[in-house]
């Protein structure tokens, strides 16, 4: 059977992997310990209940293929290399990498238990000094609730 060797696992990386497993030998490359939902990553700094839930195993993924906690630096012709010095043969190779964005809309940690100890002092400093938000919804909704002594002004009116 050919093998596919996708590289990233975030949404599109998972979504194509999930569709393959079935049909090819999957090896979904991905440096995190762990699939990050990005759309709750700004809310979580002001609602810490929201960042232990943005993560999720990748163990329960895939059937037949497998994740390779690793990060790729080479793609050519037949495969893909890795940080490890991992090669993996490949028939299909798909760069899945995605885009990256300032913490903490993006986490720049590969571990999710170093995230959430990131979020955890970032949390810790919004509750101190009441700062702004750029999530207009973790501004309207969690960071009032959060830190009721602090006044918020938001830039939009919410309907
Ligand atoms: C704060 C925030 C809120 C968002 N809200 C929404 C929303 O409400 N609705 C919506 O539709 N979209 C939303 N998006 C956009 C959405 O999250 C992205 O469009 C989507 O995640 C893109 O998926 P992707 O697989 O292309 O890339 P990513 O999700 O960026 O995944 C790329 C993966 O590749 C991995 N990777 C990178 N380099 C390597 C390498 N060399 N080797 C191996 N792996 C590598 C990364 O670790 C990552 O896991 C939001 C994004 C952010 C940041």
Known sequence: MSTAAIIGGGNG?????KALDEHLDVVLIEPKDAFVHSVAALRGPVDQEWSSRSFFDYATLLTRGR???DRA?????TGVSTAAGTRIDADYIVLAT????PYPAKYDLDDST?????LTT??????ETGSPVQDPGSGENSLPRQVPSRTLLTGYSPS
């Open 73 to 77: 630096v080479k793609a050519d012709a």
């Open 122 to 127: 970032t949390h810790q400093a919004l509750h």
């Open 98 to 101: 995605g885009s990256t964005y």
């Open 13 to 17: 990386g998972i979504t194509l992997a």
């Open 114 to 118: 170093a995230v959430l100890a990131k």
């Open 67 to 69: 994740v390779l906690r």
